[in-house]
């Protein structure tokens, strides 16, 4: 069992920064492959970011590459997205997740073992 805590999230102006943190407690962190999902109204939650238990292995969405960064401290049991160049279209539920599956294997919310309570973030135009 592992239970993940959000925070970081807020209103911010269009080209701003958020830094999300993912506080984990429970089962071995690093057994986890960790993902952040969002989920904007009337739209299905979506694969934002991923990272693999070794932090060798990173993936991102095409709508965020080049503006998101994930990252993860095993040491800590925590993981971050830190979001720059923040749009409109950013604006959403984001969420926390693990898997015990393959890093591969993380796509979609079937994949996913445990969700967090999730956080808002607003961008203002």
């Known amino acids: 069992q592992v239970q993940l805590v959000e925070s970081g999230g807020g209103l911010v102006q269009a080209g701003g920064s958020l830094r999300l943190s993912c506080a984990a407690s429970?089962?071995?962190?690093?057994?986890?492959?960790m993902g952040w999902f969002r989920q904007a109204p009337g739209k299905e939650r979506e694969l934002v970011a991923k990272?693999?238990?070794?932090?060798?292995?990173?993936f991102y969405a095409d709508s965020v590459k080049g503006r998101f960064t994930i990252s993860r401290d095993n040491a800590k049991n925590i993981v971050y997205l830190q979001m720059n160049s923040l749009e409109p279209e950013d604006t959403a539920v984001y969420y926390c997740a693990a898997t015990g599956r393959t890093y591969s294997d993380l796509r979609t919310p079937d994949e996913v073992d445990y969700w967090g309570q999730g956080t808002q973030v607003t961008v203002s135009s």
């Open positions: 990272v693999g238990r070794n932090t060798n292995n990173v």
């Open positions: 429970g089962r071995a962190f690093s057994t986890y492959v």
